[in-house]
Nanobody, 117 residues
Framework: QVQLVESGGGLVQAGGSLRLSCAAS????????MGWYCQAPGKQRELVAF???????NYADSVKGRFTASRDNAKNTVYLQMSSLKPEDTAVYYC???????????WGQGTQVTVSS
């Protein structure tokens, strides 16, 4: 079973930066892409960013221009560079792998990001 292991969360002041990493324990056959969701207390999980295997990216409107997704296929790792962080970015961030329509997504354990004002 492939596992996704996240790292890089923490506490940062508003305007600061963090970089999240998500490493797959091995190559994921047939993967469409990987990305990040976030879930703030009392709210539903929301898509933050997605990067396809070919490097095409999509972002939530709330993070465009501030967050950048990237990937290293050789390391089976994706990154989320988060800049100009705001208190409203505070959430647990979950990495996921999209394996296509016939298989369920794989999920990381989540990493807490807290932005203080």
């Amino acid at each position: 079973q492939v596992q996704l292991v996240e790292s890089g969360g923490g506490l940062v002041q508003a305007g600061g930066s963090l970089r999240l990493s998500c490493a797959a324990s091995r190559n994921i056959f047939g993967i469409i892409g990987m990305g990040w969701y976030c879930q703030a207390p009392g709210k539903q999980r929301e898509l933050v960013a997605f990067i396809s295997r070919g490097g095409i990216t999509n972002y939530a409107d709330s993070v465009k221009g501030r967050f950048t997704a990237s990937r290293d296929n050789a390391k089976n790792t994706v990154y989320l560079q988060m800049s100009s962080l705001k208190p409203e970015d505070t959430a647990v961030y979950y990495c996921y792998a999209d394996r296509g329509p016939l298989l369920s997504n794989l999920w990381g354990q989540g990493t807490q990001v807290t932005v203080s004002s």
